[in-house]
Nanobody, 124 residues
Framework: QVQLVESGGGLVQAGGSLRLSCTAS????????MGWFRRAPGKEREFVAA????????AYADSVKGRFTISRDNAKNTLYLQMNSLKPEDTAVYYC?????????????????WGQGTQVTVSS
């Protein structure tokens, strides 16, 4: 099990940027594939991006491809999501999640541990 804490959310104007961080406890972070998901008001949780435990491969939702970049620093037990060219429809609570072994996955049920979420609000 790994404990996850997100940070970096906030209010930004459309076209702006934010970088989310997710810090993990424990010494096994390097063994986990990691993902970012989001839930907008009144909508289902949706996949945003994911990354292999080594960082060697990534996956993105079509809606964020080319605008968002997922990365990780295993030495710091930290996952990142760089979000550029933000749109009002990106407004949501963003969650990081940990998946034991394997590659990146867009399936929420593949992830075993979740953070508490951080709010991102994009104004028009």
């Amino acid at each position: 099990q790994v404990q996850l804490v997100e940070s970096g959310g906030g209010l930004v104007q459309a076209g702006g940027s934010l970088r989310l961080s997710c810090t993990a406890s424990g010494r096994t972070f390097v063994t986990y594939a990691m993902g970012w998901f989001r839930r907008a008001p009144g909508k289902e949780r949706e996949f945003v991006a994911a990354i292999r435990s080594s960082g060697a491969s990534t996956a993105y939702a079509d809606s964020v491809k080319g605008r968002f970049t997922i990365s990780r620093d295993n030495a710091k037990n930290t996952l990142y999501l760089q979000m550029n060219s933000l749109k009002p429809e990106d407004t949501a609570v963003y969650y990081c999640a940990a998946k034991q072994w394997g590659g990146p996955s867009a399936i929420a049920s593949d992830y075993v541990d979740w953070g508490q979420g951080t709010q991102v609000t994009v104004s028009s």
